[in-house]
């Protein structure tokens, strides 16, 4: 137990900075996916066959292949491509992207492909009638999404983003590939120095459990307000 | 793009492919039983069993695939009474420890699925089968079990592939998977973008294949 404590003889202080990056990671990846949500839904909801094909192929790739393997593809290839874009505008200097920002994009578009597919079906379960009465009041479209559709859409959608969220939570475990120091790699690198996986990784499942478990709690409370009226 | 290193490493990803399907499938017929066992016994009027149940389907589904493999392969080995058993033949084999957390982790996802499956089953199909007197086990077998497959199957069919997809963790225990070998071909060559879209494509393909698999039966098994 003393291997758990704070301060320099354990591993306690180690393993709560590293579960404070594991919340900002997750946190980061999540936000960027609703911003990867926002521009995908539309295309994934328009009429245009060209760009139906961007939305659908976007969820399609990312929710067929690994985590893992996406994780690989940009922290590897990601500091190669923005030197290549770099060399473009006659940059030639080595670039080395930080591996939080490389871990939370790359977390963030898996969570995004996901969060897309909630909002898109959140909105095709609105009530035709709302878009139509709307259009008969003359409400412009941009009102009518962010004063109707939206209120109304996020109700649907928060039981669902739940979900989305416990998803993403669990992969940032993944980022520790890239030397990341979040809860799994901490673990690592104690397992590692002290010669007791059992302990730590035992230790940080219960540290995922209490995310997930109280995420879930506050979760439930947004779900009970913004459902008032219902 | 290196087109000639895309071609030479297409063998290799593919002969990994066999081992990611191996993974797949064995995991997944352990975790079918696993599944349909945690189903039954959540279903069980016994609180305790119940609870017993729901405690194993949340500590599985409420922590990262990564940790149950690594406490399994890392954590277990330290254990010492258990390297002198038989199952320390098992456990020492990173292949074994790989299944072992895959069908644990897909069984409890799978007993969710077949639970709420059973749960929603229309009463009034079991109760016309009560009134034409028929026997509460040839119910269970000939209504409850085929209705309960027949309705999870859309769900189980996502949840294959994410297995497919949990796969690529085996490499993290020194497995030669399709990632694992895309990552070994990548440290050799320094050509990621490469291997690692191959690779992708590769998965990819195998989703639609499932995909698609499902959808079939879907249809083949659909009620109307």
């Not at chain 2, 305790?48 to 389907?57: E, L, N, T, V, W």
Request: glycine share 8%.
């Amino acid at each position: 137990m003393e291997l758990l404590a704070f301060g320099k003889t354990g591993w306690g202080d180690e393993l709560f900075y590293a579960t404070l990056m594991t919340i900002a990671v997750a946190v980061t990846a999540m936000l960027i996916g609703f911003l990867f949500a926002l521009i995908f839904t539309p295309l994934k909801l328009s009429n245009n066959k060209f760009l139906n094909f961007i939305g659908n192929t976007y969820t399609t790739v990312i929710r067929g292949v690994p985590e893992l393997l996406v994780i690989y593809l940009f922290f590897f290839g990601g500091s190669g491509a923005i030197m290549y874009v770099a060399s473009i505008f006659g940059y030639f200097e080595y670039i080395e992207i930080n591996a939080f920002i490389t871990g939370s994009v790359a977390i963030g578009i898996i969570s995004g492909a996901y969060s897309t597919e909630v909002f898109r079906g959140a909105i095709q379960s609105i009530d035709k009638g709302q878009f139509e009465a709307a259009k008969v009041l003359g409400v412009s479209k941009f009102v009518q999404f962010y004063k109707i559709i939206f209120p109304q859409m996020l109700r649907l959608a928060i039981p669902n983003l739940s979900n989305v969220w416990q998803i993403t939570l669990k992969d940032t475990s993944l980022i520790s590939v890239t030397g990341l120091v979040e809860i799994m790699r901490q673990s690592y690198i104690a397992a590692g120095s002290t010669r007791d996986p059992l302990l730590f990784y035992c230790f940080a499942a219960v540290l995922y459990l209490m995310l997930t478990f109280l995420s879930m709690k506050l979760i439930n409370r947004l779900e009970v307000k913004y459902s008032r009226g219902f | 793009m290196d087109f000639d290193l895309m071609i030479t490493s297409l063998p290799k990803l593919l002969s990994a492919a066999v081992i990611t399907l191996k993974l797949l499938s064995a995991s997944l017929i352990i975790g079918l039983f696993i599944g349909f066992l945690f189903a039954v016994l959540r279903l069980n009027k016994n609180p305790f069993i119940s609870k017993f149940a729901y405690g194993y389907s949340y500590l599985f589904r409420g922590t990262p695939l990564l940790v149950q493999i690594f406490i399994i392969y890392y954590g277990l080995g330290q254990i010492e009474w258990l390297r002198s058993t038989f199952l320390w033949v098992i456990l020492k084999e990173p292949y074994w420890c790989a299944i072992i957390a895959f069908a644990l982790n897909t069984g409890a996802y799978t007993s969710e699925i077949l639970r709420s499956a059973f749960q929603t089953i229309k009463p009034g199909i079991i109760e016309a089968g009560k009134s034409l007197g028929i026997s509460s086990k040839i119910i269970l077998y000939k209504i409850q079990i085929p209705v309960a497959i027949r309705q999870s199957l859309p769900a189980y069919g996502n949840e294959i592939i994410l297995m497919m997809k949990g796969t690529s963790l085996a490499s993290t225990v020194t497995l030669m998977d399709i990632t694992g070998v895309a990552k070994h071909i990548v440290s050799t060559t320094y050509k990621p973008l490469e291997v690692f879209l191959l690779a992708g494509g590769i998965y990819l393909f195998m989703t639609f294949i499932i995909h698609n698999v499902i959808k079939y039966l879907e249809k083949k098994y659909s009620f109307q």
